[in-house]
Every structure is written in structure tokens, then in C-alpha cells.
């Protein structure tokens, strides 16, 4: 057997049997794009093109979610609260942003929750090691969310509805003039009741004698309502800009809240709101001067977030007050349904800026420096208070500043790439609380302030070498560093959080080290093979978490802390095949373990709950050409997924229900789907069913999400309207 190569743009290898008398190929190509540059970096990171996904009946969580190495944890359906685990590290260790800028700056009703896939062109995963270009202080990982900035003439429309009164809708439109004018607007609306059905352990009614009953219920406070606009107007592939473009950004949410941070009591009446004005800034220009490129983001937000809990009442699953042995309603002991009545009001006013200047001093050779500075003030108030107690409000203030300085470095005809970066983190935070004391014995009203700030350095390294255009080796190594959040420090009680103003930052050894292989090409199979194995050694880790021997006891409300120590180790494979660009198959698997790390600890060694440790993702997709009309395409989808059983807490040997009440048992879901794209590929229309078997699922802190469902979408584009 003789093997022989074709060294062009597409290298081919050709394997001649002199016994079998003919040749076979097996071809790879040197494909250049965005995805593709940013993946042979040397860094963990998966690209996401959303353009995939945009006929799909799917949000972009879920698109999220079936990403190797990557869990979506939610609170329920569509609109709940969600965190992110990536290789162990979890929710705020995952920094969220949106065009490079920190998603908090836009708050709850502008959100990846919100968001739908046709409004965003890709989305990048960093796992543990963050390249110095991405300021934000981050200790497992980014998910950096590149929103669509068309510059050409087109216009999109999407429609939803299904199972639980689900509507969702998006549109995107652009315009560009042949002298560079450019408009870009889209806007979406989202809407649910989430009433689908929960059942087990922890769903019961009260019957007035006392007895506890196991029902099958709706849930009947969960209706979440949102909606957005984005408007942005400029000039782009000018003379002096790239892209130059002035934006504004509207958004509202409603949010009813059905139970606390665990299912352990029904709530009716609880909501809460949020809306957002946003002013935004985005300009590029590469060689503004010789050799230098120059990249500005900047916004200034004004939001609202509000909690409205005054109903006093208990209630049952059934959705009715809770029965006295004489038949008389039953209050709950706190006034309200979590904690006392309040009508509680954050009003955020928030400037964040990121600048990124690029130096070419060769083809081979670049520095990047970039900074990113973020000030949110914040001020609270209580419309359930007394007039007294509202004269006196207290107020929140944070402000961050990141710097970082890249070298990179392409060698040996761009096998070789190498990034070395360093970078310092600097937080300010302070409050003000009026509180009475007593002075020469007379009750005073005094402002009690604080203020504390931190600073820290980071540095790291990553490296890829290209063994032929189809096979690169990757490793990366950071010692990252994340600063506690404004929600971390401050509290939130629309998502249950007491505030922690004593908060460290969390400081990890972060290493990865992996390949990517493919796509390699024989006849009509394509495939191609990614792996990378990771280890996260983690001190003064955020995370809120519960010891208790029974989750009825457990406060509906907790603080983040910061627990000395954990490490996580583990790995990811994902596998992609294609025949005859008709079958698409793509799996994944990631197993990990997070434990509990610090020498003295009598938990050290034990997997971190609530966490988990085993995920695997399966989706297929056949594809039929001219079904019906000439032009037109039929798809057929399937997907799996399968999460391994895991604790909810920590297990105490005192609970009466055994190690297995603190279980989340192993979950195995799987959907199917069909789309049609007319000959002409404007109009398409989907269905899918999602669950199809029903089974329970389960995320935090054993919060029960939606069962089987089904969804209808249609899709109509218009492109290059002046022609």
C-alpha cells in the first residue's frame, strides 16, 4: 500500500492497494474562518455559528446546553433563573457577555434568557482560561454572545407557539447604503404561563387535619412575559471606521415567582419586573494609524428591578389557600409568601466601557492591550416601609477596572501560535445603610458607611502547534481571577440572594490540554474528532450551597460564601459525522469531578453538591432534498441528552429518608423534530417535540422542569430588498 498527498489548498492522501487494484482519498481542507481561527488559538473554547439553529423551535439556552463541557442549570421553564457550569466551575465563576461587554450592564429583561438565536451571529465558549482580549475577570470560563450587526439589506421574521401557551416571537432587519449608511434594528417578545405538570417527592397539599397529601399539580404561578428592542444607526466599511454605529436598546420583563430556592412551598402572588434603557457606543478601525487597530464599546444603561410580594396567605399545590382544622385560611408566619410583605425597588444606573488597541509590529508578531471599566450605582427602596423608614434609603455603589496585556506570536508559516498575556483587576465597593443609635441618650439617625476595595493579578499562556492542516495540539494555563458580583455583594431578592458584603475574590490554577482533529474527507464521510482535558484548583470559591437533614427546613433564601477550597478535574470529547451532506451526527461527553479541597475540611474529598459531575449529549439530523417541489429541503432532528445522578446537598446521617433523599436522579431526555424550507429558502416551517417520553427533569436544588412539549415555528426572510 502506497500513500501519496496532493499539497494545494485541499491536501488529499491517496491510499493505493495493489490487491485491490483502486484508490481511495481521504481529504482535509484548510478552511479559514472566524470559527476555525478562534479554535486553533491554543485556547478551550467552541464557536457557535447561530445560523444553524434559527429554524429551530429552540432558545438559546438550549442551544448552550447541548455544547460539550457545558450545563444550562434553570429554575424552572422558559424565563427562569439559570447558571452556567463549564468543567466544574459554576454559575457567576461563568462571566456572561454580551459584544464583550459584561452582561450585567443590561440586567434581567435583556438577557440570554431573552435573546433568541436569530438576533445573534455566533457564541463563544471559554472553558477555564480566558485570552487576555476578554478583560472581564472570569474564573471558570466566558460565554461571550456576538449579537448580529448586518451590513447589507435584509429582513427576518419568526413565530413560536406551543405546550404550556408558549409565544415567541423576533424580527432583524438591516440597511445599507452603497455610501455606508447603516440601520440595524430587531426586537423580540416572549411569553409563557409554564404551567406544565410537576409531581414527587415535595409536591403535596396540606389537608386541615394535618395530613399530607402527594398530589400531581400545574404550576400556577410561573407566567413570564418579556421584551426588547435593539436600534442601532451609523456608518460601516467607510474610510474612517470599519463600523461606527450609535444604538439604543429597550427591554421589559415580568417574571411570577411559584417557589422559593427550593420546591419546598407554593407561592401566589410573588412577581417580579425589570426594565432597561440602553445607550450604546461600537466602533472599529483597523490601521486608524500604521500597524494600529482600535476597537471601542461603550454603554450607559438605566434600569429597574422590582419585587412585589404582599399576599399573606398559605398555599397549596392546587393552587388553593391552605385550611385550618375549622376550615379557616391559613397565614403564613413571615406576612408575606418569602419573608416579610415588600414592594421592593432597585433602581441601577450603570457606564461600562471596553477599549481594545491591537499593534501589528510584523505578520508574525502582535500586542493587544485592552481595559474594561464598569461603575454601577445602585439605590433601594421599599414602597411596603413606613414613610419614616423611606426617608432614610440606603445606597449601593461598584466599580471595577480590568487591564490586560497580550503578546501573540505565528510562527513556522502559522503552525505554531502562542499567547501570553497578563492581567489586574481592581474593585471598589461601598455602601450606605441609615440606622439609629443611640447618642446622649437620644435616638439618632445615622449614615453607617463602608467601603472596601480589593486588586489582583492574573497571567497565563496558551499555545497550539498545527501538525498538518487537519490535527493541532492546543494547551493553555491561567492563574484567573474573579471579583464577587454586584448581586454576590449586595443581594437580590427577586432571585433569593442575601446579600454578602464580605466577600473575597476567588483565585483558580486553571490548565488545559486537548486536540482537534479533522474534518477529514473520505468519499462521501466527513468526521472530526476534538478532546481536551482540564484541571481547576480553585480557592475562596462563591457558591451558596446547603447542609440540611431536611429540605422543608432549609431557608428559601441564601447568602454566597466563600468555601476555602475545591478542585475539578476532568475531560471532554466531542465527535462529528457527516455522509453525503445528508446525515449529520454530533456527540459529546463530559465527566468531571469537583470535591471539596481544603486540608482540614471534614468534607474534603467529597463531590461539591448540587453539581453535575456526568453529561452527554446526542443529536442526529437526516436531510431530504426536493420533497414535494424542486429546491426544497426536508430535515429530520433527534437529540439526547443524559445526566448522571448527583446530590442536591450535602447528605447529614440524621435524615430519616436515607443518602437517596439527596439524590437527583440519572435523567435521559430526548426530542425530535421536522422542519420544511420551501424551494425558494425564505419560508420554513418546524415542529418539534421536546420530552417526548415525559420523564422528570431536574436542575437546581431539585427544581423540577417542564415535562413532554411541543412546538410550532415558521421562519420568513426577506433578503436584499433593493434589489
Known sequence: MTLSANLSKSWIFSLYDQNIKHIEEVSFSKLRSVKSEIEKKGFAVNVIEMKDFTSRNMQTVEVLDQTVGVRIRQNGGLGSGIAFNINGMTGNSIRILIDGIPSTSYGASFDINSIPPAMIDRIEVYKGVLPGYIADDALGGAINIILKKEAGNTLGLSLSYGSFNTLQTNFNGSYRAKKGFTANVSGFYNYSDNDYKIWGRGIYNIAPNGMVIPTEAKRFNDVFDSKGTVIETGFTKVKWADQFLLGYTHSESYKEVQHGLFMARPYKGRFTEANLNVFSLNYKKTNLVKNLDVGINALYSIRERKVNDTVTWLY??????????????????????????????????????????????????????????????????????????????????????????????????????????????????GRMDPVVRIINGESVRVEERENRKVSAEGYGVAASYLLNPALVLLTSAEKAVRLPNENELFGDPGENIVQ??????????????????????????????????????????????????????????????????????????????????????????????????????????????????????????????????????????????????????????????????????????HDV????????????????????????????????????????KINYNLINLNK
Open 316 to 429: 397549596n399545590w392546587d393552587g388553593n389557600v391552605v385550611l385550618g382544622l375549622f376550615g379557616e385560611p391559613l397565614r403564613s408566619p413571615y406576612g408575606a409568601q418569602q419573608g416579610q410583605p415588600t414592594l421592593m425597588t432597585n433602581r441601577l444606573k450603570t457606564f461600562s466601557t471596553r477599549t481594545a488597541l491591537t499593534y501589528h509590529l510584523n505578520k508574525q508578531n502582535r500586542f493587544i492591550l485592552n481595559y474594561l471599566f464598569q461603575n454601577i450605582d445602585r439605590v433601594d427602596d421599599d414602597a411596603a416601609r413606613t414613610i419614616q423608614e423611606r426617608e432614610y434609603i440606603g445606597t449601593r455603589n461598584l466599580s471595577k477596572s480590568n487591564a490586560s496585556l497580550t503578546y501573540e506570536l505565528n510562527a513556522f508559516k502559522d503552525k505554531l501560535k502562542i499567547s501570553v498575556f497578563g492581567k489586574y483587576y481592581e474593585q471598589n465597593s
Open 500 to 669: 454578602n458584603f464580605t466577600l473575597r475574590p476567588e483565585l483558580s490554577n486553571n490548565v488545559n490540554l486537548g486536540f482537534k482533529a479533522g474534518t477529514f474527507r473520505y468519499r462521501e464521510h466527513q468526521f472530526s474528532v476534538s478532546v481536551n482535558a482540564f484541571l481547576r484548583d480553585t480557592k475562596d470559591k462563591i457558591m451558596r450551597f446547603v447542609i440540611s437533614n431536611n429540605i422543608n427546613e432549609a431557608s428559601q433564601s441564601l447568602p454566597y460564601v466563600n468555601y476555602l477550597a475545591t478542585k475539578s478535574t476532568g475531560m471532554d470529547v466531542e465527535l462529528m459525522y457527516s455522509f453525503h451532506r445528508k446525515l449529520f451526527i454530533n456527540y459529546n461527553i463530559s465527566r468531571f469531578k469537583t470535591v471539596f479541597n481544603r486540608s482540614d475540611d471534614s468534607y474534603k474529598g467529597m463531590q461539591v453538591p448540587n453539581e453535575p459531575y456526568f453529561t452527554m449529549n446526542g443529536a442526529l439530523r437526516y436531510v431530504f432534498d426536493n420533497v414535494f417541489a424542486k429546491g426544497s429541503r426536508f430535515n429530520l432532528f433527534y437529540s439526547y441528552r443524559n445526566v448522571k445522578d448527583f446530590n442536591s446537598f450535602i447528605p447529614r446521617s440524621g435524615n430519616i429518608g436515607g443518602v437517596d433523599h439527596f439524590k437527583i436522579p440519572e435523567q435521559n431526555i
Open 673 to 712: 423534530g421536522v422542519g420544511y424550507q420551501f424551494p425558494k429558502k425564505d419560508f420554513i416551517v418546524s415542529f418539534d417535540a421536546k420530552n417526548i417520553f415525559n420523564r422528570q427533569v431536574y436542575d437546581n436544588f431539585a427544581v423540577q422542569r417542564p415535562g413532554r412539549a411541543f412546538y410550532l
